[in-house]
T-cell receptor, first 114, second 112 residues
Framework: ETGVTQTPRHLVMGMTNKKSLKCEQH?????MYWYKQSAKKPLELMFV???????ENNSVPSRFSPECPNSSHLFLHLHTLQPEDSALYLC?????????????FGDGTRLSIL | QKEVEQNSGPLSVPEGAIASLNCTYS??????FFWYRQYSGKSPELIMS????GDKEDGRFTAQLNKASQYVSLLIRDSQPSDSATYLC????????????FGTGTKLQVIP
C-alpha cells in the first residue's frame, strides 16, 4: 500500500460508545496530524505528532484521545462524543515539521454521532 | 488569530476557459503556500506549492504569490469538467515550524 490509509471509512456510534480511528502512512514521514472537517468550516487542526511526540493539542476536548505508537501509525480514541462531533476526520503526514513540507492526507473517516 | 480567506463560490467556468481562484492571508510572516484539490467525499490532494514571490507553473496549473499584498492565486488553464472540485488554500504560519491554516475552500464548477 502507498500513501496514507485511514480506517474505518465510515463510523456511526452512539454517544456512550468507545471507538478508535486508525491512520497508517507508508511514506516514511515523521510528522502526523489529525484534522476535523465540518461543513462550511475550514479544516481544524486537532493534534500534531513529530517523531512520536505530541507537539500540538489545539484545545481539543478530552473525549478525543490521540495515540502515536510509532512514526507510521496514529490513532484517535473516541468516547462519550457529542452530536456536534459528527464530521470528517482526516489524518495527514509530512516528511517533518519544516514549514516547506506539504501534508499528505488520507481519505478520512466519516463519523456520525447518534 | 491567523486567517486564510477564500470566496466559497461556486465559481462556474465553461470548459476550456481559465479558472482563477484567489486566497488572501493575514499572517505577514507566512512562508509556504499550498493549493489542495478536494473532490466531494474525498480527501484533500496537494496540487501546487509555492514559496517565493512570482509564478510557478505545473502543467495546466499556475500558482501566483504576492507576499506584499498577502495574496496567492491558482490559475487553471483549459479547464476540464474533471477539475470540478473544491480548492483549498493552505498557508504555513510563521514561527519556524509547520502549523498550517486552511481556508474554507472555493468550489469550482466547470460546465461542459
Amino acid at each position: 500500500e502507498t500513501g496514507v490509509t485511514q480506517t474505518p471509512r465510515h463510523l456511526v456510534m452512539g454517544m456512550t460508545n468507545k471507538k478508535s480511528l486508525k491512520c497508517e502512512q507508508h511514506l516514511g514521514h515523521n510528522a502526523m496530524y489529525w484534522y476535523k472537517q465540518s461543513a462550511k468550516k475550514p479544516l481544524e487542526l486537532m493534534f500534531v505528532y513529530n517523531f512520536k511526540e505530541q507537539t500540538e493539542n489545539n484545545s481539543v476536548p478530552s473525549r478525543f484521545s490521540p495515540e502515536c505508537p510509532n512514526s507510521s501509525h496514529l490513532f484517535l480514541h473516541l468516547h462519550t462524543l457529542q452530536p456536534e462531533d459528527s464530521a470528517l476526520y482526516l489524518c495527514a503526514s509530512s516528511q517533518d515539521m519544516g514549514t516547506n513540507q506539504p501534508q499528505h492526507f488520507g481519505d478520512g473517516t466519516r463519523l456520525s454521532i447518534l | 488569530q491567523k486567517e486564510v480567506e477564500q470566496n466559497s463560490g461556486p465559481l462556474s467556468v465553461p470548459e476550456g476557459a481559465i479558472a482563477s481562484l484567489n486566497c488572501t492571508y493575514s499572517d505577514r510572516g507566512s512562508q509556504s503556500f499550498f493549493w489542495y484539490r478536494q473532490y466531494s467525499g474525498k480527501s484533500p490532494e496537494l496540487i501546487m506549492s509555492i514559496y517565493s514571490n512570482g509564478d510557478k507553473e505545473d502543467g495546466r496549473f499556475t500558482a501566483q504569490l504576492n507576499k506584499a499584498s498577502q495574496y496567492v492565486s491558482l490559475l487553471i488553464r483549459d479547464s476540464q469538467p474533471s477539475d470540478s472540485a473544491t480548492y483549498l488554500c493552505a498557508v504555513t504560519e510563521s514561527g519556524g515550524y509547520q502549523k498550517v491554516t486552511f481556508g474554507t475552500g472555493t468550489k469550482l464548477q466547470v460546465i461542459p
